[in-house]
């Protein structure tokens, strides 16, 4: 996709940010519960690209299989995260790669 095209599609995201906002916490509250969380874990993978990762993954997996493959960081990320999702959360979450022979 050209620059200006993401451009674009940044100002169209803006602008309707506010309204997904809304939408999903009224999906929380009054709604379907499985709708907020697939809004949840859409802002999710969009963080997780942000950083670096695969944008169909989350946060959340992509820690655990850090962890799995002993990186530094997901030693000091790890526990911050299962902090609010409860012990050994990420590396429930993680799917470690199989090796291709």
Known sequence: ?????LVILWFVIVALMPLLLTM????AV????SRAKGMALAQDQCGNALFGGNPKESIS?????ALLAGKRWARIVAP??????GEGHCIANATPQTSSK
């Open 30 to 33: 009054f709604g379907s519960t």
């Open 24 to 27: 999903m916490l009224l999906q």
């Open 1 to 5: 996709m050209s620059r200006p095209r």
């Open 80 to 85: 911050m995260i299962d902090f609010f999702f």
């Open 61 to 65: 997996e992509h820690t655990g299989n």
